[in-house]
């Protein structure tokens, strides 16, 4: 007498990750932006552009600098993001981080650039021991920095004492 | 004196039989309508008809109403979660039911039962992919179990709540998925696909995307992160991200172990581990993940 049909709820099955976000690029880049506010730069590096260089490859990190740069200034500096495969030295930039595949560099970036107000950035074990300033590592899955106050006074920079206490201080 | 109380007697059979055949009457004129298609006209007719102490205990006559009924509801309430039409129909038939009808009846009034189901069942459709009404979907979904269960107490609805749940999974954490300010939505699909991996622990499909829900929570902590994030702030956003991300770990693990070779899985694994800073797991999943690609 009635007739029924049996009506399935069939909704295709999502697989949709958030656009391949690479988070530890946007987290770098955070503390990149960060560091800008715990150091004082000397005089001669007070005006211009605040150039950031990034040595190597990593694509994500790159982008996320330029928002950086786009989006923020370190007091009334502009931020101008140079990124290139090799370091030169030629002209100190106010931050250099040397990325993994670039830190082969770090013994000539540190007699180059002594006493030239450039705060230098590694991501390589032990290197905040051998003379970089700020070296990136891995503790319980986060993103972590070491620090060296003696590495940065040597590169010319007034440091806070706040930034010691934020990070894993090697001296 | 004796001639006096048979006339009362009679008068009293009389008056009786006059009811139960106007009764009768009233019964027959509401089937005529019911026939004719007019089940507006004969409602009124059989309203009467089951209020009345002669009749209300007619099994054919509860089941009529409840026909009837059905005819008005699928005109005006078919698409309504609440419909009196609908529960004036099922009481109606649930009455006919308590007081024995033939086989035929019998039979005839479970199908109009599961027929209703099956209405809550469109209804619960409805509401998850046309308006994303979780509470009211839930609802439906539940009164959908209830009239099923009338009339077929033996039912297991393992598979309709796999369905069931696995659909609100989907539609919800698709929703999340796409609109990271959603959350409310991830939350939803969570608790749903949590039900369905309950009830089956090996289902594939609410183990991605569940690990996916997670792992997407904890990518939104730091999208929705600003760039004047202070460090000591940043430090706490990447624990509760971090944790997130080992959340979405067991689930994709999960399809790992049933699934060597499934390339969502494997490529899930892959973003998780770099997520979590494992470079070296991240590059053994990717590296499974060409593999497999290259064996399809």
């Known amino acids: 007498m009635f007739k029924y049909v049996i009506v399935f709820v069939v909704i295709a099955s999502g697989f949709s990750f958030r656009d391949n976000v690479d988070t530890n690029a946007k987290i770098k880049a955070v503390f990149l932006y960060n560091f800008t506010r715990y150091f004082e730069w000397p005089d001669a590096k007070k005006s211009g552009n605040f150039q950031i260089q990034v040595v190597g490859t990593n694509a994500n990190l790159i982008k996320e600098l330029n928002e950086v740069a786009i989006k923020k200034q370190v007091g009334n500096q502009k931020i101008e993001l140079i ?89 | 004196m004796r001639n006096t109380y048979l006339i009362v007697v009679l008068s009293l059979v009389s008056a009786l039989s006059t009811s139960l055949y106007a009764q009768n009457d009233k019964f ?51 698409l309504k979660l609440n419909s009196a039409l609908r529960d004036s129909s099922v009481k109606s038939l649930m009455i006919a039911q308590s007081l024995k009808p033939d086989a035929e009846i019998r039979k005839n009034i479970d199908v109009l039962v599961k027929n209703y189901a099956q209405g809550y069942y469109s209804i619960v459709k409805t509401l998850l992919q046309d308006s994303s009404n979780f ?34 999974g989907s539609q919800f954490s698709d929703k999340f998925n796409n609109d990271n300010t959603k959350s409310q939505f991830g939350e939803i699909g969570k608790v749903a696909l949590m039900k369905v991996i309950e009830l089956d622990p090996k289902n594939i499909s609410a183990n991605i995307n569940l690990g996916i829900i997670y792992y997407n929570q904890g990518v ?29 770990l067991p689930f994709m693990n999960k ?9 969502k899985a494997l490529e899930s694994l892959r973003q ?25």
Do not use: C
């Open chain 2, 28 to 78: 027959n004129r509401a089937q005529e309508l019911y026939a004719a298609k007019n089940p507006e006209a004969a409602k009124p007719v059989i309203d009467s008809v089951v209020r009345h102490a002669e009749t209300k205990k007619d099994p054919m006559a509860w089941a009529l109403r409840g026909y009837i009924y059905y005819d008005i509801y699928k005109k005006t309430d078919k």
């Open chain 2, 255 to 263: 399809v790992y172990q049933l699934d060597p070779k499934n390339l």
């Open chain 2, 135 to 168: 509470e009211r979907s839930q609802t439906a979904f539940k009164k959908y179990k209830e009239l099923y269960s009338k009339v077929d107490s033996t039912f297991d609805f393992k598979q309709k709540d796999i369905e069931y749940y696995s659909a609100v």
């Open chain 1, 83 to 171: 990124n290139t495969p090799i370091f030169d030295g030629s002209k100190p930039p106010h931050m250099l981080f040397l990325l993994p595949d670039a830190s082969k560099a770090l013994p000539d970036a540190i007699t180059k650039l002594k006493g030239k107000g450039t705060l230098i950035i590694s991501e390589k074990e032990g290197a905040a021991k051998t003379g970089s300033a700020i070296n990136f590592v891995v503790i319980d899955n986060k993103q972590k920095f070491e620090y060296s106050k003696n590495s940065a006074v040597k590169a010319g920079l007034k440091t806070s004492e706040d930034f010691k206490s934020l990070a894993i201080a090697v001296d």
């Open chain 2, 220 to 248: 939104n902590l730091i999208n929705q992160m600003d760039l004047d994030t202070p460090l000591d702030k940043l430090e706490i956003i990447q624990d509760n991200s971090a944790k997130l991300f080992k959340q979405s």
């Open chain 2, 272 to 296: 998780i581990y770099q997520a979590l800073n494992d470079s070296e797991k991240s590059i053994e999943f990717n590296k499974k993940l060409e593999e497999a690609k290259k064996a399809k």
